[in-house]
């Protein structure tokens, strides 16, 4: 593996290829450019104020129905998740359906889908 050159060299083609111009030696710029960033999105944020929040309704999903050969689902991590049009479509994922990692259960990977 080749070893990367610290910012401190920055004579050499390949430090010049790694770090951009625009980034000088102690990175105050890229430090600047962070928090110009930052705050620039900052009045992105101002809609969700409080009084927007209030006006918020959550609703809970069913759950997902247990896998083949399964008598409860405990859910799935990981998983493949997107909306298609009014569907909810979750796909795949793992969980340990038997027993607890700590416990010495086995990870099972799920090809389903469910779609609501």
């Not at 990175?27 to 006006?55: D, E, K, Q, Y």
């Not at 859910?75 to 359906?97: K, S, T, Y």
Request: charged fraction near 20%; include cysteine.
């Amino acid at each position: 593996m080749a070893k990367i050159p610290s910012r401190r060299k920055r004579g050499g083609p390949v430090a010049r290829a790694l770090y951009p111009c625009w980034l000088d030696e102690c990175g105050r710029t890229a430090r600047t450019l962070l928090r110009l960033i930052i705050a620039l999105s900052f009045p992105c944020m101002l809609p969700l104020s409080s009084a927007n929040v209030m006006n918020l309704t959550w609703d809970e999903l069913p759950p997902l129905p247990p896998s083949a050969g399964q008598a409860k689902q405990p859910g799935v991590a990981g998983p493949f998740a997107g909306v298609h049009g009014d569907a909810l479509i979750v796909a795949g994922g793992a969980n340990f359906p038997d027993k607890m990692p700590w416990e010495g259960g086995t990870k099972v990977w799920w090809d389903d889908i469910w779609v609501l």
